[in-house]
């Protein structure tokens, strides 16, 4: 400003402030189209201050970008997510409080608000693209089916934003507008085959706000009994747990484990896969602790249960019966010591109790309320808690799970099924430390349709009704898919419950990603070999 008349130097500002207000007016006016449809930044990919390497146990400082606050502000956007966004219209506010942000640091306010106005530009044109991929898709789906009348015209549902399945709300009142709007595209969800009821189905549905989020944050007040729901992109590289919900079994200052209980069946020669059949695999003269009654081999022990079915829990197997096979029921009135992880539900406990209360059950003519679960996934708390916040989870809790019930099962087992097995034996037989967690690794694409058998459909089709939703969730009569999208909309997430699915479109959604982690690479590399190599630190 030095030599500038005051006349010029006014002008100068006067310039300067218009072309700010110009720009923070384009910016509110993306912003609220946002907030109104949060869809729109659902493919929203931030860049994580923190990375977690599980091979060397190392915690990864990457250095602040070129626009840190515009990072802070994404964030905030994303539902404080670091990397895969979990939006509910939360954009004009955190797009205003970083303009009072810069405007008291003094920073370059326009070329932050055009930085931050690119980067969601970019994020909506690739959801826009997504629509358009998923309607093409959908359209030639339904060609293929429209003379059954199963399934009407995706092309009609995109080429209307006002029915379209990416023009969710999160607002209470609006709720039922956004479950109608979705109601045909919810029906090619299902792939092929006889479709049920369309009021059975969304009564699968949870109501927005039945769980709790909990957003992340550096130190998650991670629980038994809580939800880690895979996020719709985190999972796309690893089928394990693509579509999946994972209930926490176990929680301490080394290790945290969690079981799939959306899981499929698990198969094997094309049959389902019983509890005889993992008797023989890992050894049937295991002693297993049947409470009161002693010990007996595992054959003794699953007598009764050798036809049931068990479900895939994810992909870390020991090789012992002990620590791989988990059991949930809704028996917590007769097996008294399973952990209480709500009024009815219960994880593990004598299986001399478990035994009495499905003879129970059976000799009213029911199916047990009773799931097998075979394999769990692991972490270290600080791998868990760096993945949480990048939101490669959606952290939720049931308001079904009482502090009481908390407390129940903090201070019974709560890492084995077994009566014997504390959470420090278990530490001792070395559960946890990094062998399941994250989402994101190896192929895979929409979850096969399965559902359970007619059985124990019928035994079961009010639970969902008149149970919490961590019992709804567990014992779901629907298939993987839905009931993964189900827990979604139960946290208030419609952009992510609704978020489209299939061959064709995961294709597009891996380019995404692909291309992410590939500038997600580079900076590694460039960290490693720059002067910035020592915020590698072991945590």
Not at 245 to 257: G, I, Q
Request: a neutral charge; hydrophobic letters at 35%.
């Amino acid at each position: 400003m030095a030599g500038k008349t005051p006349l010029q130097r006014i002008r100068r500002w006067i310039m300067q402030s218009g072309s700010e207000r110009s720009a923070c007016r384009a910016l509110l006016r993306l912003t609220r189209e946002i907030d109104a449809d949060p869809d729109r930044v659902s493919l929203l990919l931030g860049r994580p201050p923190r990375l977690f390497n599980p091979d060397a146990n190392n915690v990864l400082h990457k250095p602040p970008g070129q626009f840190p606050f515009v990072d802070d502000t994404l964030c905030a956007i994303a539902g404080g997510s670091t990397e895969y966004a979990a939006p509910q219209s939360e954009c004009t506010r955190a797009v205003r409080s970083h303009i009072t942000r810069a405007k008291t640091l003094g920073l370059p306010l326009e070329v932050e608000l055009k930085e931050l106005g690119r980067r969601l530009e970019a994020a909506r044109a690739v959801a826009m693209h997504l629509e358009v991929v998923a309607g093409t898709h959908q359209e030639i789906e339904s060609r293929g089916r429209a003379s059954s009348g199963r399934v009407q015209d995706a092309a009609t549902t995109s080429s209307s934003a006002s029915t379209s399945p990416f023009s969710s709300s999160t607002s209470s009142s609006s709720s039922s507008s956004s479950s109608s709007s979705s109601s045909s595209f919810c029906s090619s969800l299902r792939g092929g085959g006889e479709r049920a009821d369309e009021h059975a189905f969304f009564e699968a549905w949870l109501q927005p706000g039945s769980l709790k989020r909990i957003p992340p944050q550096r130190k998650n007040d991670l629980k038994v009994g809580d939800l880690l729901i895979t996020h719709p992109l985190s999972g796309l590289f690893q089928p394990v747990f693509d579509n999946a919900v994972l209930l926490v079994t176990h929680v301490s200052t080394t290790a945290v484990r969690a079981i799939v209980v959306n899981g499929l069946e698990s198969s094997k020669k094309d049959r389902s896969t019983k509890v005889a059949d993992v008797l023989a695999t890992v050894g049937s003269d295991e002693w297993i602790d049947m409470g009161p009654d002693g010990k007996l081999f595992a054959s003794d022990a699953f007598t009764v249960f050798l036809a049931d079915p068990v479900y895939e829990g994810g992909p870390v197997l020991d090789g012992s019966l002990v620590r791989d096979l988990s059991w949930v029921h809704k028996h917590t009135t007769f097996v008294e010591s399973s952990n209480r992880l709500s009024k009815n539900l219960g994880l593990g406990g004598s299986l001399t109790e478990v035994t009495r209360a499905a003879a129970a059950q059976r000799a009213e003519g029911k199916e047990p309320d009773l799931k097998f679960i075979y394999g769990c996934a692991t972490w270290t708390p600080t791998q868990l808690e760096i993945e949480i916040e990048r939101g490669v989870w959606i952290h939720a809790r049931s308001p079904g799970a009482t502090e009481q019930a908390q407390t129940t099962a903090r201070t019974k087992s709560s890492s084995s099924c077994y009566p014997s097995s504390s959470p420090e034996e278990a530490e001792e037989r070395g559960e946890g430390g990094g062998e399941g967690g994250g989402g994101e690794g190896g192929g895979g694409g929409a979850a096969p349709d399965r559902t359970h058998s007619a059985s124990s459909t019928s035994s079961r089709s009010s639970s969902s009704s008149s149970s919490c939703p961590l019992e709804a969730l567990v014992f779901s009569n629907f298939d993987r898919e839905t009931t993964w999208r189900s827990a979604l909309l139960g946290t208030s997430l419609p952009s992510l419950a609704f978020m489209p699915r299939g061959k064709g479109v995961d294709g597009f959604l891996r380019h995404i990603l692909d291309a992410h982690h590939d500038v997600c690479s580079h900076e590694l590399l460039s960290l490693g070999r720059g002067p910035d190599a020592k915020t590698v630190r072991k945590e």
